[in-house]
């Protein structure tokens, strides 16, 4: 497999700190998914319970605090699972499509952009259904790097030779 030849300075730099935001994102994702499977069902509702004890504590009406309470108190397990599910295969793709692009293999390009844009649909549906600004922050993410992408294989490419006659 031949090397792709480098972008410009600029964007090679952005591209890699978006991929490797991109990386922890689904790093961190996977872990969590990870923890969720593992652990005890009713985790997420403990771990709100947990974050927030010290902020109701202090203020019982913090609005961000009740919010994440109220989201928490309506999950079942069938939605813990889901969460399961998507935490892990999004971690993992992710983690799979930064390596393979930092590798700078040749499909790679084209398998990520359609990762990325499944994610973005899946997620701008699943917004549409539940209103979790969360969704919105990560397709916004999700987006960009596409477009970097998109970019850095653009600038990227081979230049063509012309053919003497």
Same mark, same amino acid.
């Given at each position: 497999?031949?090397?792709l030849?480098?972008?410009?300075?600029i964007?090679?730099?952005?591209y890699?700190?978006?991929?490797t935001? $991109?990386?922890?994102l689904?790093?961190? $994702?996977f872990i969590a998914?990870?923890?969720?499977w %593992?652990g005890p069902?009713g985790?997420?509702v403990?771990?709100?319970?947990w974050?927030t004890?010290?902020?109701?504590?202090?203020d019982?009406?913090?609005?961000?605090?009740?919010?994440?309470?109220?989201?928490a108190s309506?999950?079942?397990p069938?939605?813990?699972d889901?969460?399961?599910?998507?935490l892990?295969?999004?971690?993992?793709l992710?983690l799979?499509?930064v390596?393979? +692009?930092l590798?700078?293999v040749?499909?790679?390009?084209?398998?990520?952009?359609?990762?990325l844009?499944?994610?973005v %649909?899946? $997620?701008?549906?699943?917004f549409? +259904?539940t209103?979790d600004?969360?969704?919105?922050v990560?397709?916004l993410?999700?987006?960009?790097?596409?477009?970097?992408? %998109? %970019?850095?294989?653009? $600038?990227s490419?081979?230049?063509?030779?012309?053919?003497?006659?």
């Open positions: 497999m031949d090397p030849p480098r972008a410009g300075r964007v090679e730099w952005s890699r700190i978006s991929l935001i $991109q990386g922890l689904g790093f961190s $994702q998914g990870l923890g969720l %593992l069902s985790s997420i403990r771990l709100v319970d974050l004890r010290n902020e109701i504590a202090s019982p009406t913090d609005p961000l605090a009740r919010r994440l309470i109220e989201w309506h999950l079942g069938a939605v813990e889901v969460y399961k599910l998507y892990l295969g999004h971690g993992a992710n799979f499509v390596v393979t +692009l590798l700078r040749r499909w790679a390009f084209y398998a990520s952009i359609s990762v844009a499944s994610f %649909l899946y $997620q701008g549906v699943e549409f +259904l209103g600004p969360a969704l919105l990560v397709t993410f999700d987006l960009v790097v596409i477009a970097l992408v %998109l %970019l850095e294989r653009r $600038q490419r081979p230049m063509r030779r012309a053919v003497k006659a």
